[in-house]
């Protein structure tokens, strides 16, 4: 596990290929994935599963909101923003739902759908797939929220894209830890 924690890498999208996970590694990602600190249990995030044709669905109201945005936007465009979810075989929206409560504060419940993104991106890599977890603009739009399902006392943790790497990854410059870490003494 060590050894996976210190060499994961993210793939970028268009690096990733099928096969993606099966049904029953579909199952068990998300399985780990709610495995997450989640003060007073209240699951404070969802998941939204795209795959196969769904991908491209999605893709269709991504490129229509941008197209508005954009009505001089040509052909290469439009088509890049429709396969901004068809690159990877599989891709699951995590969707924070954390909202007022009376114990737990909100930025704990958004914390927790941070920690779902991120078990699902080291459960991915550990069943031997790549992973990227990403936010665009489209993750910010309230119209493509709303054509992908997102309610509006909803927000876009991420969206992690799954599959098998066309390629090993090279690391990339860590942060050197004495630059970020501090040792409390009073």
Sequence with gaps: MLDLLQSRRSVPPRLLQAPGPSPDELSLLLRIASRVPDHGKLA???????????????????????AEDNPDADAKRLSAERERLAAAPLVIGVVSRAAPHVKIPEWEQ????????????????????????????????????????????????GFVHIGTPLERQPDRPRPDLAEIVTHYQR
């Design 44 to 66: 404070p995030w969802r998941f939204i599963v795209f795959q196969g044709e769904a991908r491209l669905k999605a893709g269709e109201a991504i490129a229509a909101v941008y």
């Design 110 to 157: 958004v914390l927790s759908a941070g920690a779902v993104a991120m078990n699902l991106t080291v459960a991915a890599n550990a069943m031997g797939y790549g992973s990227a977890w990403l936010t665009e603009w489209y993750a910010y739009d309230r119209r493509v929220l709303d054509k992908l399902g997102v309610a509006a006392d909803e927000r876009i943790a």
